[in-house]
């Protein structure tokens, strides 16, 4: 069975700064990546699908990377709105959840 | 635009049943599949399966065989799913999710609100 594993739990950055979060996966899963944003008692959203590709209305800070077992996603200047949980999720196989990056300030 | 509105909270007891529904407008209602997620208190998210378009075919996480049941109502455009033997375990808010289109990439662009099923004595 596919594991996907994100890294860090927990990253704190400041506003206006740079974030990298990682997302790996146990064996290849193309480029059959999802990445998501979760505020408190909201829905996830998606941020980009295809391991690359920004999802509509997606602010061009969040970019996505990768392939195979090492994907990224990148948000570039953090605003205030992006502090949130990310999920990377792959779908190369029956759907998979990494454990999720909680962004704090 | 595309929305999929969820039944109300529920408080069951152990065993029992319980039994979700997610109505979708905005779109052609059988050109998608219909997942279910589910993420319990303070955890990650967790799916747990789907239906098809037309509702003659499901596919169920391992975890869930046996005790979960997807349906679907096209004729008011409607999605259930039933979870059966309920646990405390299975205390979580239940989305449903879907994207358009049937290239067979099951990734979600659009979520339900969020179902909490509460299960206790």
């Known amino acids: 069975d596919i594991v996907m594993t994100q890294s860090p739990a927990t990253l704190s950055v400041s506003l206006g700064e740079r974030a990298t979060l990682s997302c790996r996966a146990s064996q290849s899963v193309r480029s059959n990546l999802a990445w998501y944003q979760q505020k408190p008692g909201q829905a996830p959203r998606l941020l980009i699908y295809?391991?690359?590709t920004r999802a509509t209305g997606i602010p061009a800070r969040f970019s996505g990377t990768g392939s195979g077992t090492e994907f990224t996603l990148i948000i570039s200047s953090l605003q205030s709105e992006d502090f949130a949980v990310y999920y990377c999720q792959q779908y190369d196989d029956w759907p998979l959840f990494g454990q999720g990056t909680k962004l704090e300030i | 635009q595309v929305q999929l509105v969820q039944s109300g909270a529920e408080v069951k007891k152990p065993g029992a049943s319980v039994k979700i529904s997610c109505k979708a407008s905005g779109f052609t209602f059988n050109s998608f599949y219909m997942h279910w997620v589910r993420q319990a208190p303070g955890q990650g998210l967790e799916w747990m399966g789907r239906i098809n378009p037309s509702g003659t075919s499901s596919s169920y996480a391992q975890q869930f065989r046996g005790t979960v049941t997807m349906t679907r109502d096209t004729s008011t455009n409607t999605v259930y799913m039933e979870l059966r033997s309920l646990t405390s375990d299975d205390t979580a808010v239940y989305f449903c999710?879907?994207?358009?289109?049937?290239?067979?990439?099951?990734?979600?662009?659009?979520w339900g609100q969020g179902t909490l099923v509460n299960v206790s004595s």
């Open positions: 999710a879907t994207k358009k289109g049937l290239d067979g990439s099951n990734y979600f662009e659009y």
């Open positions: 295809g391991a690359s």
